[in-house]
């Protein structure tokens, strides 16, 4: 059974650094084809890519994002970390971790955290 | 980078309409488009990938169709559990980007 779980702070303040990990079973980052990728929505808006981290530790970001980005991974203790820079309040959302499924070249977001609320504020 | 538009961003339907999205990208992704539902509170399900396939599970009153710019996502015979905003995804080089949504009450 394949699960997901995203931990980190419920409140960050502006100009602060989050930290996100990811927390995952039933499958291993290290298996071929298999990535895993953060997605945001803020309350009422529509989901944003953020980043994506591969088998083979190839990594991408989003582009209006990625100077603020780093994902990284602990295969032996099936975790991945995202940490996002310089928070500011439009960055308040809930964020979704979840698992990338390459068949066929096609990537598949085939299960979901049930995804952590931050909100940015002083 | 690419972007992708949808419309309408919301309709009003009934218990066994026939609902069509559509979603648009700002250039060719040949057919690297998924479609995704979201209930309130809830995470994004996976319903079809490469513009037209049936994710396993999913109902076949769901159906898909497009390829290059434009792409359309049906529901034949609406039910009560249908009622959700709907997203398309395009996956081209990597990159995700998400439409803006469809809501269907």
């Known amino acids: 059974q394949v699960t997901l779980r995203e931990s980190g702070p419920a409140l960050v303040k502006p100009t602060q650094t989050l930290t996100l990990t990811c927390t995952f079973s039933g499958f291993s980052l290290s298996t071929s084809g298999l990535c895993v990728t953060w997605i945001r929505q803020p309350p009422g808006k529509a989901l944003e890519w953020l980043a994506r981290i591969d088998w083979d530790d190839d990594k991408y970001y989003s582009t209006s994002l990625k100077t603020r980005l780093t994902i990284s991974k602990d295969t032996s203790n099936n975790q991945v970390v995202l940490t996002m820079t310089n928070m500011d309040p439009v960055d308040t959302a809930t964020y979704y971790c979840?698992?990338?499924?390459?068949?066929?070249?096609?990537?598949?977001?085939?299960?979901w955290g049930q995804g952590i609320v931050v909100t940015v504020s002083s | 980078d690419i972007q992708m538009t949808q419309s309408p961003s919301s309709l009003s339907a009934s218990v066994g309409d026939r609902v069509t999205i559509t979603c648009q990208a700002s250039?060719?992704?040949?057919?690297?488009l998924n479609w995704y539902q979201q209930k309130p509170g809830k995470a994004p399900k996976l319903l079809i990938y490469d513009a037209s396939y049936l994710e396993a599970g999913v109902p076949s009153r769901f159906s898909g169709s497009g390829s290059g710019t434009h792409f359309t996502l049906t529901i034949s015979g609406l039910q009560s559990e249908d009622f959700a905003t709907y997203y398309c995804?395009?996956?081209?080089?990597?990159?995700?980007?998400f439409g803006p949504g469809t809501k269907v009450d």
């Open positions: 979840a698992r990338i499924t390459t068949v066929a070249g096609t990537p598949l977001v085939d299960y």
């Open positions: 995804q395009q996956y081209d080089n990597f990159i995700f980007t």
């Open positions: 250039q060719d992704i040949i057919n690297y």
